[in-house]
T-cell receptor, first 114, second 112 residues
Framework: KAGVTQTPRYLIKTRGQQVTLSCSPI?????VSWYQQTPGQGLQFLFE???????NKGNFPGRFSGRQFSNSRSEMNVSTLELGDSALYLC?????????????FGPGTRLLVL | QKEVEQNSGPLSVPEGAIASLNCTYS??????FFWYRQYSGKSPELIMS????GDKEDGRFTAQLNKASQYVSLLIRDSQPSDSATYLC????????????FGTGTRLTIIP
């Protein structure tokens, strides 16, 4: 069974631009969560989608948004990029909403904002 | 107080010895607890999950949970150089806070 895939794997943007990242979950998984990982803050929860609905949201500004499609694929968008948005963005999928179901992580998208 | 706290390390352990990793959490009604391993430049991979008080063993790994003390630990027996990685403790809160919150991780180095 194929794992979680994320595209693109690497991205370089400049301040003020916007970016869209994509995540395809493991087949059959309906929950997708997004995380930001930085050396200083560690892994921080952005949001979770289940059956096309945002189920939970972390403490990030409104510039960070996401959505989930009917095939469970998810995208996250960051508008008006800031230098501090440089990070590894990870998505994780699970069969059911976050709880007792294991989350499986994709390889991540490394975003560099110049 | 951070929601999930871990000693950042680095923790150095001789090959063949037992590595002990600790984690405390602040939400008393947290329901699920996980240990992930992350190699440098890679994404986290699940090592162990534990949901009830006590010990859970899987091969060389043992997870221990004490909800009264809000404490989770991971023991790695017969440590191997391939165990060198950052270990992340993650906790899922209870109803209304069902998100996975990670600690900042403990960097473990196994010395041959």
């Amino acid at each position: 069974k194929a794992g979680v895939t994320q595209t693109p794997r690497y991205l370089i943007k400049t301040r003020g631009q916007q970016v869209t990242l994509s995540c395809s979950p493991i087949s059959g998984h309906r929950s997708v969560s997004w995380y930001q990982q930085t050396p200083g803050q560690g892994l921080q929860f952005l949001f979770e989608y289940f059956s096309e609905t945002q189920r939970n949201k972390g403490n990030f500004p409104g510039r960070f948004s996401g959505r989930q499609f009917s095939n469970s694929r998810s995208e996250m968008n960051v508008s008006t990029l800031e230098l501090g948005d440089s990070a590894l963005y990870l998505c994780a999928s699970s069969l059911a909403p976050t709880g007792q179901e294991t989350q499986y992580f994709g390889p991540g998208t490394r975003l560099l904002v110049l | 107080q951070k929601e999930v706290e871990q000693n950042s390390g680095p923790l150095s352990v001789p090959e063949g010895a037992i590595a002990s990793l600790n984690c405390t959490y602040s939400d008393r009604v947290s329901q699920s607890f996980f240990w992930y391993r992350q190699y440098s430049g890679k994404s986290p991979e699940l090592i162990m999950s534990i949901y009830s008080n006590g010990d859970k063993e899987d091969g060389r790994f043992t997870a221990q949970l004490n909800k009264a003390s809000q404490y989770v630990s991971l023991l790695i027996r017969d440590s191997q150089p391939s165990d060198s990685a950052t270990y992340l403790c993650a906790v899922v809160g209870n109803f209304g806070n069902e998100k996975l919150t990670f600690g900042t991780g403990t960097r473990l180095t196994i010395i041959p």
